[in-house]
């Protein structure tokens, strides 16, 4: 996952500038750049094994750079790209972004290639420290990601949300949850409900029974979460697959352009439709603004306009996408407000729908 940096270092006697170094100062100038990039070795080190002073040090370093005697090599792993990675991280003001490669084939009919997971794994493995508490919202996307972790430290786990189908808790976030408890070797919090209630008295009923109730007791302490990106479209949010016709068309009316944990989103990032929240056994949305690290998976350009719409919320710190995701959103207008400030849209004296 991290970025691994190869340093070649060589005396070559070939080459139009290096013929002007004679042969002592290119065995002392390989020698001092192979103490210094190989061995991490400081010039003041350097100059005092060689008795000379640590400017000279610097010089020859400068000149070794300058005359291709030390060639140094940045890789990352093929299948991250750095530069997008990094130019999608500025364009969103982002703490992270993590770029993978889009599939070879079915990249636009795939959304949230499960490589996104595999990468997302690792990076929990790097953000998680030991004591911190880890939120696990509903997703395919977080399930493949719980699926490939193998290193977390110590750490408690909970759920986020209800399940899309309390017949498929195995199969879905419980199992998750236990998962990446069962790595890190932590105590889990799972939730076992669905996600969607018929009404808000039986969402609020469920919400008050002991196991949900503990879960979200552990809500206010999570330090990290992660979640996952729906666009308003079937097979591609799991809260639309789950709504009758004529309340999607009705959602859709109030311009709903991509769902998060049940919360919906409109292309400015701003929550519309609130109304489904109190039917839903959920994260809330402040709740989820407070969190330090949110870290959102979501790929494939089917997702695009929704992962910018979310990015402006000012819910998500960073994300894990892939190259046909990343392109779109590069062109998009950048987040007028970066998204570690936190804003939140409705804020900006502009109502959200109902």
């Known amino acids: 996952m991290n970025s691994s940096e190869e340093?070649?270092?060589?005396?070559?006697?070939?080459?139009?500038?290096?013929?002007?170094?004679?042969?002592?100062?290119l065995v002392q100038?390989?020698?001092?750049?192979?103490?210094?990039?190989?061995?991490g070795k400081s010039k003041i080190q350097i100059a005092e094994e060689f008795g000379v002073s640590r400017f000279k040090v610097a010089r020859v370093l400068e000149t070794a750079l300058e005359r291709d005697l030390v060639r140094i090599e940045i890789r990352v792993p093929a299948e991250l790209?750095?530069?997008?990675?990094?130019a999608l991280r500025a364009h969103?003001?982002?703490?992270?972004?993590?770029?993978?490669?889009?599939?070879?084939?079915?990249?636009?009919e795939s959304p949230d290639p499960e490589n996104l997971g595999e990468v997302a794994?690792?990076?929990?493995?790097?953000?998680?420290d030991e004591g911190d508490v880890l939120g696990l919202a509903w997703g395919r996307s977080t399930i493949h990601m719980a699926a490939a972790l193998d290193r977390l430290p110590p750490c408690t786990v909970v759920q986020l949300t209800g399940v899309y189908d309390a017949g498929t808790a195995e199969r879905g976030s419980v199992e998750a949850v236990r998962r990446a408890a069962q790595?890190?070797?932590?105590e889990a919090h799972p939730i076992y409900a669905?996600?969607?209630?018929?009404?808000?008295?039986?969402a609020a009923a469920l919400r008050h029974q002991t196991g949900i109730a503990r879960a979200f007791e552990y809500f206010d302490k999570v330090t990290v979460a992660c979640v996952s990106i729906g666009s308003w479209e079937p097979g591609i949010s799991t809260v639309h697959d789950m709504l009758s016709d004529e309340e999607r068309a009705h959602y859709a009316s109030l311009g709903v352009a991509a769902e998060m944990s049940a919360h919906l989103?409109?292309?400015?990032?701003?929550?519309?439709?609130?109304?489904?929240?109190?039917?839903c056994i959920t994260v809330e949305a402040d709740r989820l603004r407070r969190i330090p690290e949110v870290v959102a998976i979501a790929g494939g350009p089917r997702k695009a306009e929704a992962i910018a719409a979310v990015l402006r919320s000012g819910l998500v710190t960073s994300l894990v996408t892939d190259t046909a995701a990343a392109d779109l959103l590069l062109a998009a207008s950048p987040n007028p407000r970066p998204a570690l400030e936190r804003a939140d849209p409705d804020d900006q004296g502009i109502a959200s729908g109902r």
Do not use: C, Q
């Open 7 to 25: 340093i070649a270092v060589s005396a070559r006697s070939a080459g139009r500038s290096a013929l002007r170094m004679g042969p002592a100062e």
């Open 29 to 39: 100038a390989a020698a001092m750049a192979r103490r210094f990039y190989l061995e």
């Open 81 to 86: 790209d750095a530069e997008r990675s990094d």
């Open 92 to 108: 969103y003001g982002l703490r992270h972004a993590v770029v993978v490669e889009s599939p070879a084939e079915g990249a636009d």
């Open 121 to 128: 794994a690792d990076l929990l493995g790097e953000l998680v």
């Open 183 to 186: 790595v890190s070797g932590g």
């Open 194 to 202: 669905p996600m969607l209630l018929p009404d808000p008295a039986t």
């Open 265 to 279: 989103f409109d292309t400015h990032g701003r929550r519309v439709g609130r109304d489904l929240g109190e039917r």
